[in-house]
């Protein structure tokens, strides 16, 4: 850690590639066809060889373990962390957005901004809403929720004893909800600046004690036989509302027809909001690959100019909203929870800690949500810590 940048295109000798060749890894997309489809347009590449490497599991600890052993690809799809650019890890891409720049909404170029300069060219935009089944909520004279004690409540009353009210997630909402949460209570990760903790609040631990709420109702589904991230619990009638990616959305309607609706997750009270997370990988440029202008080249070529790759894989395979503004106006749903759900990110997006938010602080959140959830831990004492952990990382990145 901690080690300087590389010259633009040199050859480090530090597992880099082939002269002539370049290397580029995604994670595991869960449709069918993105594997398939990034390999042919790597082979349509004019500009020399790439290489495509697929990455099931934890992608994002094997990127930084890449990283810091100095063997990461020369193009690699990420989350830009602030922690990359200070060790002189990725290059800026700013030049390649030239032109452009406007047709990126500002908050999906927030995602891959580091101190004022772009670490990452957006591929696709994704996020992440509440499903309800509308069969079931009527058959209980159930309203959606508005609330989160409706979603409390709509939990327990939707259960019965072949299907329970709510899920998310085989860990009861502690790697999905933490966002949500706070965004419920007003409050976020970190101040605007990134400078400060977000949730040094008292209403911080009333937010996240409703974990603790949602496990006691009775109503919340674990051990499903997929987690949050697939759609199957909801389709299969496990549970009459699931918290799940919107790519999932046209695998549900397949299933479901019209009998159900998205909402996004409620607010706590009146001082708080409805929200939605955004996220987007982006094409991130090693800054120790072998040919760093060679690397930056392709990234144009895919990610700027060929808009029909863009289009495809944001559309095709999964629903996923294409990172520029033009490409989702062409592929965006007119009606329907597609639609529904592309208004979220318009009108409830926020940032899932943003690249100053360290992978530290939130293994120090996460481990204070599971012990509330899941251990009956006292939310106040637990989120107290979190801000402990979140103030130390804050103060080693800004002194």
């Given at each position: 850690m901690g080690l300087g940048a590389a010259s633009c295109g040199s050859n480090t000798g530090r597992g880099g590639s082939a002269p002539g060749s370049l290397r580029q890894w995604y994670h595991a997309y869960g449709e069918d066809g993105v594997h398939e489809a990034v390999r042919r347009y790597a082979a349509e590449y004019p500009g020399g060889e790439v290489s495509v490497q697929w990455n099931p599991g934890d992608y994002d600890s094997k990127i930084v373990t890449a990283l810091q052993g100095g063997s990461a690809p020369d193009v690699f799809e990420a989350q830009v962390k602030l922690d990359w650019v200070r060790q002189g890890q990725v290059v800026p891409l700013d030049d390649l957005v030239t032109g452009v720049r406007g047709d990126f909404p500002a908050r999906v170029l927030e995602t891959a901004t580091v101190e004022g300069r772009l670490y990452a060219v957006p591929q696709a935009v994704d996020t992440q809403v509440l499903c309800y089944r509308r069969s079931r909520l009527a058959e209980a004279g159930v309203r959606p929720p508005g609330t989160v004690d409706e979603l409390v409540d709509a939990t327990a009353r939707l259960s019965s004893p072949t299907s329970k009210g709510l899920f998310v997630g085989n860990d009861g909402g502690v790697g999905v909800l933490a966002g949500p949460l706070l965004w419920s209570a007003g409050l976020d990760y970190l101040s605007p600046d990134g400078r400060r903790t977000g949730f040094d609040d008292p209403r911080a631990a009333r937010a996240f004690g409703k974990l603790a709420e949602l496990g006691a109702s009775g109503g919340l589904l674990l051990g499903a036989p997929a987690d949050w991230s697939d759609p199957s619990a909801f389709t299969s009638g496990l549970a009459a509302m699931q918290w799940t990616g919107s790519w999932n959305l046209p695998k549900i309607a397949a299933a479901l027809?019209?009998?159900f609706g998205v909402l996004p997750f409620p607010p706590l009270d009146e001082r708080g909001a409805p929200s939605v997370p955004?996220?987007?990988?982006?094409?991130?440029?090693?800054?120790r690959g072998a040919d760093v202008a060679a690397a930056k080249d392709f990234v144009?070529?895919?990610?700027?100019?060929?808009?029909?790759?863009?289009?495809?894989?944001?559309t095709a395979f999964g629903f996923h909203v294409p990172a520029r503004t033009s490409l989702a106006e062409r592929a965006g749903p007119r009606s329907g929870p597609a639609a529904e759900a592309v208004r979220f990110t318009r009108e409830h997006a926020h940032l899932v800690g943003g690249p100053m938010w360290t992978s530290a602080a939130n293994s120090a959140l996460s481990d204070a949500l599971f012990r509330i959830a899941r251990q009956d831990a006292d939310p106040e004492a637990e989120t107290r810590e979190a801000v402990a952990a979140s103030d130390a990382e804050l103060k080693r990145l800004h002194g």
């Open positions: 027809g019209d009998d955004v996220g987007a990988y982006g094409a991130t440029v090693h800054a144009r070529w895919l990610w700027i100019e060929r808009t029909d790759h863009q289009l495809e894989f944001a």
